[in-house]
């Protein structure tokens, strides 16, 4: 059984940082690709970043230079880190892994919210 759990959201000012976490299992992590998406209330999840097995990492326009993805494949967990957050970065952040098939995997989401 696949498990995918977020840590690491929270309230934070307009500028601040914040480093999400997602610790995976039931899947053979270091061949899997990895990504995290976001959702605003009232608005469609969208892509905010994802990593390749091999490291090569893909950002939204939205985030490049502030958002940093990343994947420690001994610890089976990969990471977000956000920096000079906006309100309206304000979303529940998913963790999402690529399944067989195409199936995709998800998190059970963290909510981020930044204050102005």
């Known amino acids: 059984q696949v498990q995918l759990v977020e840590s690491g959201g929270g309230l934070v000012q307009a500028g601040g940082s914040l480093r999400l976490s997602c610790a995976a299992s039931?899947?053979?992590?270091?061949?899997?690709?990895m990504g995290w998406y976001r959702q605003a209330p009232g608005k469609q999840r969208e892509l905010v970043a994802t990593?390749?097995?091999?490291?090569?990492?893909n950002y939204a326009d939205s985030v490049k230079g502030r958002f940093t993805i990343s994947r420690d494949n001994a610890k089976n967990t990969v990471y977000l880190r956000m920096n000079s957050l906006k309100p309206e970065d304000t979303a529940v952040y998913y963790c999402?892994?690529?399944?067989?098939?195409?199936?995709?995997?998800w998190g059970q989401g963290a909510q981020v919210t930044v204050s102005s």
């Open positions: 999402w892994a690529a399944g067989s098939l195409a199936r995709n995997y």
């Open positions: 039931g899947i053979i992590f270091s061949i899997t690709p």
């Open positions: 990593i390749s097995t091999g490291g090569s990492t």
